[in-house]
C-alpha cells in the first residue's frame, strides 16, 4: 500500500511539473483597479511566454485586441506598438479609462503550428480591470 502511495504521489508530481512548462499568452496591465486617485492611462503589455520557467516567446501581432465593456467591444489592435517581455518581441498598448466598470482585454493572437499536437493552436487571451470601484460586467459572455 505505501508503495502504491509513493507511486501516486511520483506521478502527480511528475504531472503538475509537465503543465507548469506550458506556454501562455499574456495581457498584463500596469494596474488590475483603478481608482479615483490613481492614473488613467493603463499600460498593457501582451506577451507569449513559459512563465514559469520565466521564458520569453516571440508574439506575432495579434489578429486582434479589444476592450469590452457594457457589451460594447472597442477595437484596439492598431494602438499596438512593438515592444520586449523577457527579451522577445511582443506588444504594448496604452488605454484611457474613463468610465467605471469591468474593462475586459482580449487578445487573439494569430494561429499557430504545434507539431507536437498535429494542429493549430490559438490562445486566446483575457483580463479584467476594475475602475473607479465598479467591477459590474467582469462575468459577461464576450462571443469569442
Same mark, same amino acid.
Given at each position: 500500500?505505501?508503495?502504491?502511495?509513493?507511486?501516486?504521489?511520483?506521478?502527480?508530481?511528475?504531472?503538475?511539473?509537465?503543465?507548469?512548462?506550458?506556454?501562455?499568452?499574456?495581457?498584463?496591465?500596469?494596474?488590475?483597479?483603478?481608482?479615483?486617485?490613481?492614473?488613467?492611462?493603463?499600460?498593457?503589455?501582451?506577451?507569449?511566454?513559459?512563465?514559469?520557467?520565466?521564458?520569453?516567446?516571440?508574439?506575432?501581432?495579434?489578429?486582434?485586441? $479589444? &476592450? %469590452?465593456?457594457? /457589451?460594447?467591444? #472597442?477595437?484596439?489592435?492598431?494602438? =499596438?506598438?512593438?515592444?520586449?517581455?523577457?527579451?522577445?518581441?511582443?506588444?504594448?498598448?496604452?488605454?484611457?479609462?474613463?468610465?467605471?466598470?469591468?474593462?475586459?482585454?482580449?487578445?487573439?493572437?494569430?494561429?499557430?503550428?504545434?507539431?507536437?499536437?498535429?494542429?493549430?493552436?490559438?490562445?486566446?487571451?483575457?483580463? $479584467? &480591470? %476594475?475602475?473607479? /470601484?465598479?467591477? #459590474?460586467?467582469?462575468?459577461?459572455? =464576450?462571443?469569442?
Amino acid at each position: 500500500m505505501k508503495k502504491l502511495s509513493t507511486l501516486t504521489a511520483v506521478l502527480l508530481v511528475l504531472f503538475f511539473c509537465a503543465s507548469a512548462s506550458a506556454h501562455f499568452g499574456m495581457v498584463i496591465p500596469s494596474d488590475n483597479m483603478v481608482a479615483p486617485d490613481d492614473a488613467r492611462k493603463l499600460a498593457l503589455a501582451l506577451s507569449f511566454s513559459h512563465p514559469f520557467e520565466g521564458m520569453g516567446m516571440t508574439l506575432v501581432k495579434p489578429d486582434s485586441f $479589444v &476592450v %469590452a465593456r457594457d /457589451g460594447e467591444k #472597442t477595437d484596439l489592435t492598431e494602438g =499596438l506598438v512593438p515592444a520586449k517581455v523577457m527579451g522577445h518581441p511582443s506588444w504594448i498598448a496604452a488605454y484611457p479609462v474613463k468610465r467605471p466598470g469591468a474593462h475586459t482585454f482580449v487578445m487573439t493572437p494569430v494561429p499557430y503550428w504545434e507539431p507536437a499536437e498535429d494542429c493549430f493552436i490559438i490562445h486566446y487571451t483575457k483580463t $479584467v &480591470v %476594475a475602475a473607479f /470601484g465598479d467591477d #459590474t460586467g467582469w462575468d459577461q459572455e =464576450l462571443g469569442l
